[in-house]
């Protein structure tokens, strides 16, 4: 990882353009219908379950979805709206109304684009997957608490924001269930189950809101004593027109309250939109750029706000779609982009008639496929920190809220992390004799006698301050007669951190103020280089840094010997 190293943002779109051909574009003309087509009732539902007008989903999928395909580092990366935002989404606006979710999200863009000039692209991949599953999970029944009103046709206002005070809404009123609107909402989600079993590469979830909403449309005009909720009933008549940008007003008391909000927005982007591509690069064999592909992520967040748009990230379905289709190259993300702007401009009226409890209907669906079940078995049979990761970040994200979840969740894993790393960092003491190929692949043996008054400490693992602590412990409690010379070899120390220096140069002046004196051995490269920045070369001795432990046991073996006759 390189953080000054040149920004590193070459968009697919351009490499693609430069050899493109007419069958290629074939192919991603026939990917980016299909997923133009599969993507509308998503823009639809996830902006409806965020808490804004459908028209602004699908101004999200077209504007987000087009920057992503033009900017990003993905071939066949679609963006747009996503059921991961809901959550964050839904809460900003509750507190802060649109504006505040306009600043909150031009604010995590700017995170994304930081991230992607200074490499930190591959950094995000290694976010713990406990953590990864443990929200999405979470995200998952919050998203399928959030659309119960709507799917039984409660006809529940003012809903609490809280999952468990929700839930207790929903019991105490379930005698308003609207069975008629709960039918509707039953056979939309039989639609949207049974129909991949008869092809794969079918949309249920539009084939079902286009029979849904006919059968609605037609029950809502014969039966006048009958009506189901639709999408127009709720919104009214949704508007055909892009807006045009706008600003929004900047204050620092506004950003200082958006900022975590807008973290988290910019990490579950960034995890999504990443591991949507690790999955594309498996299928089609081609290789993201992690940091140009934060960028456009990045730029699209920025942008997407001045045209009153909500968050974007790559699409896992939306892709895998893209790819099964025959999506190679990002114009199949332009073209799907076009095709969403085309129903926008024509076909908004027809999305009045779609029934709320339809669009419920899905959403349960794309719940129940987020939620990652199997996934959570397996990781249940797995080390204990791992589950008590995943099951804190769950219960967080659902109880409270998926900012609260990501940060105490990173935290905890790093915590665990940091634990792992010094329980497997160890400390060998020697004296007497040391057998060089110990602990290395080397078949020849050498054994070194090691004079009296020497003592050999070996760190194996990282020395940074909690490895730092236990070496100092370890010091304390071994020491028996003090030595002459104590021996610190290092060749299996990859790094050393400001603990790790500060600790070793107490201990060395520490040991001098004793009389002992203090060789290192097998310093690597980069470690002598932080050393020698310290200053621990000139305060230990040039000389006593030493290339590997056979030239350092001599020395100290010497020096050793020197004492003890100059003792005599």
Request: aromatic share 8%; hydrophobic share 50%; proline share 4%.
């Amino acid at each position: 990882m390189n953080l000054s190293g040149p920004i590193d943002f070459r968009p697919k779109l351009v490499s693609a353009l430069s050899h493109y051909s007419f069958s290629k574009f074939k192919s991603d003309f026939t990917a980016g219908l299909v997923v133009g087509v599969v993507a509308l009732p998503l823009a639809v539902a996830f902006a409806i379950a965020s808490g804004v007008s459908p028209s602004i989903g699908l101004i999200t999928a077209i504007i987000g979805g087009f920057l992503v395909s033009a900017l990003g580092g993905c071939s066949v990366q679609i963006g747009g709206p996503t059921g991961a935002f809901i959550v964050i989404v839904y809460g900003i606006i509750a507190n802060y109304g649109l504006e505040g979710l306009a600043l909150a999200t031009m604010m995590a863009g700017l995170i994304l684009v930081l991230l992607g000039l200074f490499h930190l692209g591959t950094v995000i991949k290694f976010i713990p997957y406990p953590i990864v599953v443990g929200f999405t999970a979470g995200i998952a029944l919050t998203i399928f608490s959030t659309q119960i009103n709507d799917f039984l046709g409660l006809g529940l206002t003012d809903l609490p924001a809280s999952f468990i005070p929700k839930w207790g809404t929903y019991l105490t009123n379930l005698t308003q269930v609207d069975w008629i609107t709960t039918a509707v909402g039953v056979a939309s989600l039989l639609i949207i189950v049974l129909v991949p079993k008869v092809s794969k590469k079918l949309p249920g979830a539009l084939i079902a809101i286009i029979i849904i909403t006919a059968a609605v449309a037609y029950i809502n005009s014969a039966f006048p004593d009958i009506h189901v909720t639709t999408i127009g009933d709720r919104f009214g008549n949704l508007s055909t027109d892009i807006p045009m940008p706008h600003g929004f007003e900047l204050s620092m008391d506004t950003v200082n309250e958006l900022l975590p909000s807008a973290f988290t927005i910019a990490i579950l982007g960034a995890i999504e939109s990443l591991l949507s591509a690790t999955v594309a690069d498996g299928v089609t064999g081609s290789r993201t750029n992690s940091n140009t592909e934060l960028i456009g992520q990045g730029l699209a967040n920025v942008i997407v706000p001045f045209f009153g748009g909500i968050p974007v990230t790559g699409a896992i379905a939306r892709t895998m779609t893209n790819i099964t289709n025959g999506g190679r190259t990002p114009v199949a993300g332009v073209i799907h982009a076009v095709v969403l702007l085309l129903i926008f401009l024509f076909m908004m009226p027809l999305i009045n008639l779609v029934p709320m409890s339809c669009l419920a209907a899905v959403l349960i669906v794309v719940s129940y496929n987020m939620s990652g079940w199997r996934t959570i078995r397996g990781i249940l049979r797995n080390p204990k920190s791992d589950i008590a990761v995943l099951a804190v970040t769950f219960l967080l994200t659902v109880i409270f809220d998926l900012t609260i979840a990501i940060e105490i969740g990173l935290l905890l894993a790093i915590i665990l992390f940091l634990r792992r790393v010094t329980e497997n960092t160890q400390i060998r003491v020697y004296g007497e004799q040391l057998d060089v190929a110990e602990g290395s692949e080397s078949t020849r043996h050498e054994v070194l006698d090691v004079a009296k008054g020497v003592e050999v400490y070996e760190i194996d693992g990282p020395f940074f301050f909690g490895v730092a602590t236990k070496f100092d412990e370890m010091m304390r409690t071994t020491m028996g007669e003090k030595p002459v010379v104590r021996i610190i070899r290092m060749r299996k120390v990859p790094f050393i951190d400001a603990t790790g220096v500060h600790n070793l140069e107490i201990l060395i002046k520490s040991s001098m103020e004793e009389g002992i004196e203090v060789v290192l051995s097998g310093v690597k490269p980069e470690v002598h280089t932080v050393l020698a920045n310290a200053g621990i070369d000139s305060l230990v001795g040039e000389d006593h840094v030493c290339a590997n432990i056979t030239i350092a046991v001599k020395k100290a073996n010497r020096l050793a010997l020197e004492h003890s006759s100059a003792a005599l």
